[in-house]
């Protein structure tokens, strides 16, 4: 009864969905909200790509791949010291508010980041910019190593060469901001951002909706090929699904819910949906190299070998391959020789017989609370009981596990998942530097293993000095041969490279590898079409 | 009566103090640090402590408590660290959507409730009672999680009369609402039925039984208006109970309000966010307690407070 009642109400009542808002429109989802657009703050793989999508660096990536190409700039120069690049912008691009972008909105961008009141995650991109220490310490006005020469030449100059410099002129933090916008705004700015991306924000209704319409002036020619993205926001996955399937929506920003993801791949009609790609993440335990008995390095080895990956890659639904080292398959300096450790249960207790542990020892794995990660956890406890290692899980929210790895001789293990490293740009040091580095050694740190090689740690300062784009094979060898040294150290047990899988309406087109680009997250949004109809 | 009232209303500062405060410790003792999580993975030890200096972080709990209730004093409920805008107007944006759900949901469990619990009660040990209780069970036990999902897929994606979910008309409203309503209708058809049986028995009742009046208007003129008295004060006490369900149900739904809102600042720990929505709800809570209190002499006149 009551349930007629309700049909008949929702019959009178005219219907909101059916009608899709224009020809080239896309309507893509999202559980959570979108935080801040402004690129100076923006930092987590939901915001990311839209900033992306708004805001210009003076480098980007080839679409759907991880291959730098100059974009704001028309060129650059790299001095022979490898420490001193030089900006030629295009001519004529503007921001949405109609002026043109001059040399100077670069230094005052990258200096707003370094600004401690900007509060930007991204300062630590910018540190070895000569004299960046000492403005964001407040002892200069400037920073010194940011020359503005004419109108539209801007130069950089570097502490030390940096081989992936380039690669911070791509990321967001770096992304090219009007000053009089900015201090018209102020905190506002992120709500109402103004750029000189393919897409200008047309409106944004807090907690439901953010859209996003065609900036008719994109200094790239043909781009965008969607008038308009509609992204929708607090939709729980499992109704996005159903809303996709019933026409409403293009891209589920949340993938496709673990539950329904074996219907999706047995079910011939919804497969033809889902893109397939690679991702720059590895998940991994960390082994804290300063807590005994994981300071015998005999211990982090057998370890390394009681893990069965392919058990673990079958729970997250063979969304995943079994990792044998840090780096993942798609990242330049992936040693594809490399064996890795064997799942060996024998020798790991042979291992762990040697370094004084006959018995095995108890110990405490961390882990993240959010599903799936509670099931990997279990399943590493159980391989490790196998070998006589008794863990004790504690699964705690994210922010919790974070803290206890920063803090020195807290975590004795942490499973990354749901905090594991993606990478911020596509090149071997950002896997270095932030989580396996001595430099990162300070409470707080992302290195949860603790763990520091001096050895390793000149070998990639010196790749990192090799930045001239013919020595790029060489710099590949080094990193091959430094992360090599790392896995015989063991800190980590890399466990699988996780891949990405998107599920997007028949109505969209456009090459595959443009909805699982490893830069732009969910889908490369100025890239992708729709079919007509 | 206008005693009564300034009482509670003191008590009820009181209380709200108390709460803040004790959100408050709990927040500081929280073993995560909110600079860190706002420099992310990237940040040098410097930024962070730049970080924790701008938010005031390295102040004493006590001090910061202090400039918490100063800026509180004047409607000031601080800036979302991951947002950046004013906490006060993220509540806003969405506490108006809350707020409907909240009254949808309260229309849809006595909707569901009473009648349920007056129809059990007056065919006591029928087959309709029992139905009627086992309906309640199931409704106060069924997860709204499963139930919302549920609903939506049957009634909006095999027979599509409802959205999928989402805001912006009285359609959208109807499933969440429902979902809301068939936990507290199960709970108050019982209310009702032991109410009515507690007062069926009553010496008025018989009377008028005795008089000869019409049983439906024994039922209805007597029996049910003073077996409503405990129900509406339920209502008041109810709030609580809902913002719980509200969290689950906005979720599912998509349902732009403030439970929504707390779920994803208590992920990232921004502190001012959680603050303010705690703030709201224990004020939507305190409210609800205190328009029991005054909704009870009008329907029962036996009831007065003493100034």
């Not at chain 1, 893509?28 to 100076?40: E, Q």
């Not at chain 1, 730098?68 to 690049?85: E, I, M």
């Not at chain 1, 008794?390 to 998942?417: D, F, M, N, R, Y």
């Amino acid at each position: 009864m009551l349930v007629v009642v309700l049909v008949a109400i929702a019959l009178v009542t005219p219907p909101l969905w059916g009608q899709s808002s224009g020809r080239t429109s896309m309507v893509v989802t999202f559980k959570d909200d979108i935080s801040t657009l402004d690129p100076a703050i923006g930092y987590d793989w939901q915001n990311w790509s839209i900033i992306k999508s708004l805001f210009d660096g003076l480098m980007d990536y080839e679409p759907g791949t991880t291959k730098l190409v100059p974009h704001l700039a028309q060129s650059y120069t790299v001095s022979a010291d490898g420490k001193t690049y030089t900006f030629k912008l295009r001519p004529g691009i503007k921001f949405t508010n109609g002026r043109t972008v001059v040399a100077r909105d670069v230094k005052y961008s990258v200096e707003r980041v370094l600004n401690p009141k900007t509060q930007s995650p991204g300062a630590g991109f910018f540190g070895n910019i000569r004299g960046a220490a000492a403005f964001s310490a407040g002892k200069a006005k400037e920073v010194s190593g940011i020359r503005v020469i004419d109108r539209s030449t801007v130069a950089f100059s570097l502490d030390k060469a940096n081989a992936a410099f380039l690669h911070t002129m791509a990321i967001n933090f770096s992304h090219v901001v009007p000053r009089e916008e900015v201090q018209r705004l102020g905190a506002q700015f992120g709500h109402k951002p103004v750029g000189t991306g393919a897409f200008r924000l047309r409106e944004w209704v807090l907690g439901q909706r953010l859209v996003l319409e065609r900036n008719p002036n994109y200094f790239l020619r043909g781009r965008p090929y969607l008038d308009r993205i509609t992204f929708q926001v607090g939709v729980e996955p499992n109704v996005a699904f159903l809303r996709l399937q019933r026409g409403q929506v293009d891209v589920l920003g949340d993938g496709i819910p673990p539950a329904q993801f074996a219907r999706v791949m047995s079910d011939s009609k919804l497969s033809r949906l889902v893109a397939v790609g690679d991702q720059l993440q590895t998940g991994y335990v960390t082994i804290n190299t300063q807590v005994p008995p994981f300071t015998d390095v005999r211990v982090r080895r057998a370890l390394n070998m009681a893990i069965d990956k392919q058990r673990i890659v079958r729970i997250i639904n063979n969304r995943a391959v079994p990792a044998k080292q840090v780096l993942p398959p798609l990242m330049p300096g992936y040693d594809r020789e490399y064996a890795g450790y064997p799942f060996d249960r024998e020798q790991a207790k042979q291992l762990l017989a040697e370094a004084g542990h006959p018995n095995g020892f108890s110990t405490v794995l961390y882990a993240n609370n959010t599903d799936p990660n509670p099931r990997i956890a279990q399943a590493i406890q159980q391989d490790l009981a196998a070998i006589g290692v008794k863990a004790e899980l504690k699964t705690l929210a994210q922010s919790t596990v974070i803290e206890a790895g920063g803090t020195k001789g807290q975590a004795p293990l942490i499973w990354s998942g749901g905090m594991a490293w993606i990478a911020d740009y596509p090149d071997a040091n950002n896997f270095y530097w932030p989580i396996l580095s001595c430099a990162a050694l300070t409470p707080g740190t992302w290195n949860w293993a603790w763990y520091c090689n001096q050895t390793v740690e000149k070998m990639v300062e010196e790749a990192d000095a090799l930045v001239q784009s013919s020595q790029a094979s060489a710099r590949e060898a080094k990193f091959r041969e430094a992360y090599r040294m790392i896995m015989n150290d063991a800190p980590w047990i890399p466990i699988f490279h996780e891949k990405r899988y998107t599920m997007r309406s028949a109505r969209m087109s456009g090459q595959v590898a443009l909805f699982v680009d490893p830069i732009h997250i969910p889908v490369h949004y100025d890239e992708v079409k729709r079919t007509s109809q | 009566m206008g005693g009564y009232l300034l009482r509670r209303l003191l008590q009820s500062v009181v209380i709200l103090l108390g709460i803040t405060l004790i959100t408050f410790a709990l927040l500081y003792l929280l073993p995560a640090d909110p600079a860190r999580m706002i420099a992310g993975r990237s940040a040098t030890a410097e930024t962070v402590m730049q970080i924790r200096a701008e938010l005031g972080l390295n102040e004493s709990l006590p001090v910061q408590y202090a400039r918490y209730l100063a800026r509180l004093a004047h409607g000031d409920l601080g800036r979302s660290y991951a947002q950046k805008i004013e906490v006060t107007e993220l509540l806003s944006s969405r506490i108006g959507a809350t707020f409907l759900l909240m009254l949808g949901g309260i229309f849809f469990e006595l909707l569901i409730g009473i009648p349920a619990g007056i129809l059990a009660a007056v065919r006591r040990r029928t087959a309709a009672d029992q139905s009627v209780m086992v309906g309640a069970f199931l409704g106060v036990s069924a997860p709204q999680f499963v139930v919302g999902l549920l609903l939506l897929y049957i009634l909006a994606y095999k027979v599509p009369v409802f959205p999928l979910g989402g805001f912006g008309s009285l359609t959208h409203l109807i499933l969440p609402a429902f979902t809301l309503g068939i936990a507290g209708g199960g709970w108050y058809a019982r209310v009702m039925r032991s109410s009515m049986l507690d007062v069926i028995h009553r010496d008025f009742v018989r009377t008028a039984w005795a008089k000869g009046l019409s049983g439906s208007r024994v039922i209805w003129k007597h029996t049910v208006r003073n077996a409503l008295l405990p129900v509406v004060s339920m209502v008041g006490l109810d709030i609580g109970t809902f913002m719980g369900g509200v969290v689950v149900v906005e979720s599912v739904f998509g349902w732009p309000g403030i439970g929504q809102l707390a779920w994803q600042a208590i992920q990232i720990v921004d502190i001012p966010v959680i603050m303010g929505v705690v703030m709201v709800s224990a004020i939507a809570i305190v409210l609800g307690n205190l328009l029991a209190d005054l909704v009870y002499p009008l329907l029962d006149p036996k009831i007065r407070y003493g100034g």
